[in-house]
């Protein structure tokens, strides 16, 4: 069964600080992985990895994958209150016509203290 | 561009009861899909669609039916409306690019469901 476990589930930090969010998988045919924000709505798009060791960046946020251990990171240095919200991390699959199916792991809860 | 649009935004049904879900986008995106998402679980896809008149099961599809008659509509069915029905409900869209297709998917701003 394909999943997705992301680490830890929530998390309280204060302004400042730097935090790293863990995604790992077990799914066959991994094609991508993909980071959400969400805050109280629709999810949006942070980062999409398809290539080990390729670090994606925005801003203070940064993400990369390893696809021998199957898993990703995401950082946030130097937090912000805004960036309270709800990280989600999704695998996408590579087979047939589920191309488009994502797998999303349960999300990590960060709250930023001023 | 107005994206994704999906309504109603809240909704309270009574078991037993039918209703649909309306998802609409303006990008000319050719994969749609639906997911529930409840407390603590993620969300799980219900169904999806590749393309106008195609449609298939995800992972959570009992209870709910859909349809694509058009690129641009992907509606929701709830047949009978039961309890555990109870979730909020995004509508997501995605366009083709070539060996990338189709994973930046754009969420619509949800639908709050409550099945009393």
């Known amino acids: 069964e394909d999943k997705v476990v992301q680490s830890p589930l929530s998390l309280v930090v204060h302004e400042g600080d730097t935090v790293t969010l863990n995604c790992s998988y077990e799914v066959t045919n991994f094609r991508s992985l993909l980071w959400y924000k969400q805050e109280k709505k629709a999810p949006t798009f942070l ?3 398809t290539s080990s060791g390729i670090e994606k960046k925005s801003g203070r946020l940064s993400s990369i994958l390893d696809k021998k251990e199957l898993f990703s990171i995401l950082n946030i240095t ?3 209150t805004g960036d309270s919200a709800v990280y989600l991390c999704a695998v996408g699959l590579d087979y047939g016509g589920s191309q488009g199916n994502l797998i999303f792991g349960k999300g990590t ?5 001023p | 561009n107005a994206g994704v649009t999906q309504t109603p935004k809240f909704q309270v049904l009574k078991t037993g009861q039918s209703m649909t879900l309306q998802c609409a986008q ?3 995106h050719e994969y749609m899909s639906w997911y529930r998402q409840d407390p603590g679980m993620g969300l799980r896809l219900i169904h999806y669609s590749v ?3 195609i449609t298939d099961q995800g992972e959570v599809p009992n209870g709910y039916n859909v349809s694509r008659s ?3 509509d992907f509606p929701l069915r709830l047949l009978s409306a039961a309890p555990s029905q109870t979730s909020v409900y995004f509508c997501a869209s995605s366009y ?3 060996d990338e297709f189709p ?7 949800g639908t709050r469901l409550t099945v009393t």
Do not use: C, I
């Open chain 1, 47 to 49: 980062f999409m990895l």
């Open chain 1, 78 to 80: 130097a937090t912000q």
């Open chain 1, 109 to 113: 809860k960060l709250s930023v203290k």
């Open chain 2, 26 to 28: 303006d990008m000319n």
């Open chain 2, 51 to 53: 393309g106008a008149g």
């Open chain 2, 70 to 72: 058009t690129t641009e």
């Open chain 2, 96 to 98: 083709s690019r070539g």
């Open chain 2, 103 to 109: 994973y930046e998917q754009y969420f619509g701003p």
